[in-house]
């Protein structure tokens, strides 16, 4: 890491106990990472080790699963708009999931043309909202009122259905109450004749990122609550899914930053360091939220909260002063944090900001300006760095 301005770094340890506590809390499910959280190699390797399937959004997500060796039952592959060749690719390699009813029928013809049969998931857009009585119009998945306007499918069938309606909650009671409606709805399917042998409950599970503003989400709590409820719905599917990806990177990763200069304008002190929205974009477009009167309200995955991180200045200094700290591109808004307090930093100080694993290096600006791009370190649970 000895050469390197700016990169993030992230430890093996945090996430396999991340999945342990997963794991405790929902026992009996399986894991399929969110990949586009983080599709990091090593943490891909990590999970996959651990059993984790994969949660693809693109077909690029299903190429880099089946790179990792994953079988099409531990892929599942769900995003809008996919094209003919996103379906052709991954119908023999994941179980692709129809975000409409015209990609149905797409999917049932592409299936033809490659003659074979395959199972396949929908994905519903439930009648209720995570903590309301109300559906709402949406690009993701089939209304559930339409579900009576299939078309007649001949080379696919229908065996799982997925859901997934909001990200970052911390309200234990909020999720399970989401969890049972869902499960609900899946009896209700089978009730009126769909085959359902796996329910995908999406994600939902938060992380803190304001420790003054947030509390952590209550896992013994939600832990019982989903032991009772897959009791409850045990006539519905035995096989039930989770895809959880900031609850087991968020907080296994920091970026840091070397201080390229330091300046005062006008009676302000600025630190100016590399890697700002071309390194992690996050923090600056929370500033940029709060610009706007955007303040504490999400815009997942780019905004969860005003103040996404904690910041530290990696050295022994225990004086403070306010300083703006800036990236180094040709935009008054790359800002990482204006008139915060902090030990006194100097030139060549790294700054660590945290909650960096998640929605941070692959959102960020990284082709911006030509800069070098922000490298990324994995730290074993052995202590080795690996690039
Ligand atoms: C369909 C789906 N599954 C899983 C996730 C992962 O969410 P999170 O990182 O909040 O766990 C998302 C995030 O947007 C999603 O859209």
New binding site residues.
């Given amino acids: 890491m000895q050469n390197a301005d700016a990169y993030y770094l992230y430890d093996e340890a945090v996430i396999l106990e991340n999945l342990r506590v997963l794991t405790q809390t929902f026992p009996n499910f399986r894991f399929f990472y969110?990949a586009k959280?983080n599709p990091n190699p090593h943490i891909l390797k990590t999970l996959i080790k651990n059993d984790c399937g994969i949660?693809a959004a693109s077909s690029g997500e299903v190429r880099l699963a089946v790179k990792h060796g994953l079988t099409p039952d531990k892929i599942s592959y769900?995003a809008p708009g996919k094209t003919d060749e996103d379906i052709r690719y991954s119908l023999p390699r994941s179980r692709v999931v129809a975000d409409s009813l015209g990609e149905l029928s797409r999917i049932d013809r592409i299936a033809g043309e490659l003659g074979e049969k395959f199972e396949i998931g929908i994905r519903i857009n439930p009648p209720f909202g995570m903590d309301s009585i109300f559906g709402v119009s949406s690009q993701f998945g089939i209304d559930y009122e339409s579900l009576g306007e299939m078309p007649n499918l001949s080379n696919v069938s229908i065996t799982s259905i997925h859901t997934?309606i909001q990200?970052?909650n911390l309200g234990w009671e909020t999720l399970a109450g989401y969890y049972e409606n869902v499960l609900s709805l899946a009896r209700e399917m089978k009730k009126a004749g769909f085959t359902i042998e796996t329910v995908n409950l999406?994600?939902g599970?938060g992380i803190v990122y304001d420790d003054e503003m947030q509390s952590p989400l209550d896992m013994e709590s939600l832990g019982s609550a989903v032991r009772k409820l897959t009791e409850k719905y045990a006539d519905v599917s035995r096989d039930l899914i989770i895809?959880?990806?900031?609850?087991i990177v968020g907080k296994a990763g920091v970026f840091r930053t070397r201080i390229l200069d330091k300046k005062v304008s006008r009676g302000k002190t600025y630190l100016i360091a590399s890697g700002g929205m071309n390194g992690f974009l996050r923090p600056a477009i929370a500033n940029i939220a709060k610009l706007y009167g955007h303040v504490n309200r999400g815009a997942?995955?780019l905004i969860s909260c005003g103040n996404p991180c904690k910041i530290t200045v990696l050295n022994d200094l225990e004086d403070t002063e306010t300083v703006t700290i800036t990236g180094n591109l040709c935009s008054g808004f790359d800002v990482f944090a204006r008139d915060i307090s902090l030990p006194k930093a100097e030139v060549g100080d790294f700054i660590e900001f945290s909650n960096a694993g998640?929605y941070a290096c692959t959102l960020s600006l990284r082709e911006f300006a030509s800069q070098p791009k922000v490298r990324e370190f994995f730290r074993t649970v052995d202590g080795e760095v690996l690039e």
Avoid at 243 to 247: K, L, N, S
């Fill in positions: 969110s959280t949660d769900s997934h990200s970052q999406g994600s599970c895809e959880p990806g900031r609850y997942e995955p998640s």
